[in-house]
């Protein structure tokens, strides 16, 4: 019996490097399957199907697909999504530029930073609404400023030719300073020896920037474009805030079009949302590609 | 450093960039002021259509203590304190221990189930959402606090692990072949020699994911209704419908909704900015 024991014990202790990370592992592995990989292949599963979320859901093969392939409402917020994808990319050289505003040693610079990275800290949700008074054709303060420099006050968000820029503005707000931030810690580590050298040389300026100082930065600019990337294509929250998916439904982009169809009041379209979030899935898939794959680079070097 | 230091230049430029940085400044946040400005203002202000020019009386205890007795503001708060407060516990301690397994151990998957989290972690919500909206109402937890809890800690893990097991690689690993030659158990070196080195990477943790999930709107809409429990997020939307056009009482509720998250930044700034940027520096 108490051999029995032993040899278990032993079996524990002889496996505990291979046990041990199983079991820590364990709880995480779970939940992280539960909620985020069955998920991932349900919805593939789910776009199939006609489902309004409580009956018995109907195989209909790719039909939604091919409803999607002629839907203006699709391509509109597939065409919002790029313009999001390219302007939300802005947040990054502007990011650089208040970084590089701010990289000083004068009184109260801290204090300073800290304000300016405030917009990143409150909630999108608020943003949203800040902004939508900013952008208020009757008393909103753009106007103010506008109709005070002799222009014709402007309706930004009734517009729908302005209003998905004007919701991006509001996006790239809290964005900016998220890449600020970034960069000014990229900043403080950049080597002083090199920029002195570089400056004996008679660098300075733009050129300086562009040879010796950015290619130090690389590991921000990367983070900063993973997140800017990943923020731009989960836009919904300042979307639904600002104006709800108006006017006329052009500024809807797919995150937000897919919810619309999927709950909306007019009938719950399951699989019809599920085929938009598959689609919105698949463009993340070639960044997440390239993320992971410059990431899995970092790991061999570091081995 | 670069630019080069403000102290090398003229006088005259030094003087001109402490007067230029406070005014940058003030643009960078004038629609964030102008909210603040708001929620002090008497309604009479707005009705007689004096939006921009100085508050005709200061207001600011009437609104606020309004948003704080007349409303389900309170409430809202204190759902997101419920929903937020056990993410963070849950995310911070799920993920130190896959942290710790995927950052001690040397297994086959290791570095596959590294990037299945790193993965997961980019993934776009909206590709989760029909499922675990099904998910939850299943296990019956649609419209409860533990519904949301549970799907945020999940989701967060994916995050976090990254954060930990990156924290955990940087410490030095002599430090664990001691302890073995010592003959401690695994747990007992997870237990009172990695958990102590990790307190900076819990901190910082606990504030990121304190921020994003009390800012999360997005879940709190597809998995939640009614005041019971949504966040506060979510509830501000119900807030302005029910003051509609009264932008003092509008204002005064989004500062509210927004300040905790502002709180626990300037407290733990240095925390925050450390989680935020990690990797940004090799």
Redesign the interface.
């Known amino acids: 019996m108490s051999q029995a024991i032993n040899d278990q014990t032993s079996w524990l202790r002889r496996n505990r490097l291979t046990v041990t990370p199983l079991l820590f592992l364990l709880p995480a592995v779970l939940f992280f399957l539960v909620y985020v990989i069955f998920p991932i292949a349900e919805s593939f599963q789910i776009s199939f199907y006609r489902w309004d979320g409580l009956g018995e859901p109907r195989y209909i093969g790719m039909a939604n697909y091919e409803e999607l392939w002629t839907d203006r409402a699709f391509e509109v917020s597939l065409w919002n999504n790029m313009k999001w994808l390219a302007l939300y990319l802005l947040a990054i050289p502007a990011g650089l530029m208040i970084a590089l505003f701010l990289n000083q040693n004068v009184v109260g610079i801290r204090l300073y930073k800290s304000l300016f990275f405030f917009p990143f800290v409150i909630s999108q949700v608020v943003v949203g609404l800040v902004f939508t008074w900013f952008y208020d054709p009757s008393f909103g303060l753009l106007n103010k400023i506008l109709t005070g420099f002799g222009f014709d006050a402007v309706n930004v968000l009734g517009d729908p030719k302005l209003v998905t820029y004007g919701i991006i503005a509001a996006g790239l707000w809290p964005q900016t300073a998220y890449c600020m931030i970034l960069y000014l810690t990229g900043l403080n580590a950049v080597d002083p020896e090199q920029v002195e050298a570089a400056r004996l040389d008679g660098a300075k300026g733009p050129k300086m920037l562009w040879y010796v100082i950015l290619p130090q930065l690389r590991p921000a600019t990367f983070i900063a474009f993973v997140v800017t990337i990943i923020g731009a294509l989960r836009s919904f929250d300042l979307i639904s805030i600002m104006t709800n998916g108006g006017p006329f439904g052009t500024s809807r982009v797919l995150s937000f079009y897919m919810f619309e169809k999927a709950l909306s009041e007019y009938g719950f379209r399951m699989g019809y949302g599920a085929a938009i979030a598959v689609v919105l899935f698949l463009i993340m898939l070639c960044f997440i590609a390239y993320f992971l794959w410059s990431m899995y680079q970092d790991e061999k070097g570091a081995r | 450093?670069?630019?080069?230091?403000?102290?090398k230049s003229s006088r005259a430029w030094?003087v001109t960039?402490?007067g230029l940085?406070?005014l940058?400044?003030i643009m960078?946040?004038?629609?964030?002021i102008?909210?603040a400005v708001?929620s002090i203002k008497p309604d009479v202000d707005f009705t007689s259509?004096n939006?921009?020019g100085m508050p005709s009386s200061f207001e600011g205890v009437t609104n606020y203590s309004r948003v704080f007795f007349e409303s389900d503001m309170p409430r809202y708060l204190l759902n997101s304190v419920f929903i937020t407060i056990p993410t963070v516990i849950g995310a911070v301690a799920?993920?130190c221990?896959?942290g710790?397994?995927?950052g001690?151990?040397k297994?086959r998957g290791?570095?596959f189930?590294f990037?299945?989290?790193?993965?997961?972690n980019?993934?776009?919500?909206?590709?989760?959402?029909?499922?675990?909206r099904?998910?939850t109402i299943d296990m019956g937890l649609y419209n409860t606090k533990l519904g949301l809890v549970?799907?945020h800690?999940?989701?967060q893990?994916?995050f976090c692990?990254l954060f930990m097991r990156n924290f955990i690689?940087a410490l030095p690993y002599e430090l664990i072949e001691a302890a073995r030659v010592e003959g401690i158990?695994?747990?007992r070196i997870?237990w009172f020699i990695v958990l102590p080195l990790m307190k900076p990477a819990i901190a910082a943790l606990s504030v990121l994911i304190f921020?994003f999930i009390?800012?999360d709107?997005?879940w709190a809409?597809?998995l939640t209704q009614g005041a019971e429990s949504q966040p506060v997020?979510a509830g501000?939307?119900s807030f302005?419908a029910q003051y509609r056009a009264a932008?003092h009482l509008?204002s005064a509720g989004?500062?509210v909704?927004?300040l905790p998250?502002?709180a626990v930044?300037?407290l733990m700034?240095r925390h925050f900015?450390a989680g935020?940027?990690l990797?940004?520096?090799?």
């Open positions: 450093m670069f630019p080069r230091p403000i102290e030094q960039y402490q940085v406070p940058v400044l960078w946040l004038l629609p964030l102008a909210v708001f259509g939006y921009w799920l993920s221990m896959s710790f397994a995927l001690i151990y297994f290791n570095l189930i990037f299945m989290f790193i993965a997961g980019f993934v776009p919500f909206q590709i989760l959402m029909v499922p675990v099904d998910l549970l799907f800690v999940a989701f893990t994916g692990t690689r158990a695994e747990w997870f921020t009390w800012n709107y997005f809409v597809v997020t501000i939307t302005n932008y509008m989004s500062i909704a927004a998250p502002v930044f300037f700034q900015i935020l940027t990797g940004a520096v090799k």
